[in-house]
């Protein structure tokens, strides 16, 4: 069975002193030893803290992106063995602020972000470098309006990870995250979910080979709350999720760890 994970993305939120505040509450709220994954993904800048505040906890560490090139002349990029050095064990890779809201606008105002192929040399680098990368795909309302979400996917799965080449289905994490359910509070229903990542899990069997695919966490991500956690986690192929805005409170992130516990039984 694939052991859930529910990651919190803290995005450009919080500070070092509410950051650590959040950890010191989670750590009273959370099980000794949950019996799923547990993590949270701070800015670059508070890694190195946060790997401090989560040692003895079960709360694992991933950062929110990391640059291909192993070093150089990259001003401002963070390589992806620095990312690890400060203890992180996954790094998100391709989120959809990354893909379509970060970057300049090309003449039609449409803006130019993070394209499949970054990812894919992102996500060879993460590799590399001893990190899970927790590739993120998912289809803008347009694209689900057009009936186009499983030809996006399929093209985003292939495409973010061109030349991977995998050992073990624990080395790599997939993250659904419909564009339209992120920070809107419309999360996709349970059964828009669970076709989604029965598709990706088909894509993956075809890139990696049925026993890979099976064993591989495909996490929900998008207006994920307390209350939804539960009938989204009981759907076969939904092992987990990506939380933003309820990760940032613990009482509500802690909720939906245990809502997860409870969808999977465990
Ligand atoms: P929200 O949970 O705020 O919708 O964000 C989801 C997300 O983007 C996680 O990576």
Known sequence: MRRPFVAGNWKMNL???TGRALVSELR???PASPPIDVAICPPHIYLFPMAKAVADTPIRLGAQNCFH???GAFTGEVSAAMVKETGCTYVILGHSERRHTIGPKDASGRVQGETDAMIAAKCRA???AGLVPIVCVGET???RDRDQTEAVLSRQIDGSLAGIALD???KLVIAYEPVWAIGTGRNATPEQAQAAHRHL???LAERFGRGMADGIR???GGSVKPDNAITLMKEADVDGALVGGASLKASDFAGIIEGCIRAKGL
């Open 15 to 17: 500070d070092l002193a």
């Open 28 to 30: 009273t709220r959370l």
């Open 69 to 71: 090139e192993s070093s």
């Open 126 to 128: 993460a590799m590399s």
């Open 141 to 143: 309302l347009e694209e």
């Open 168 to 170: 073990g289905p624990e």
């Open 201 to 203: 899990r088909g894509r």
């Open 218 to 220: 495909i996490q929900y």
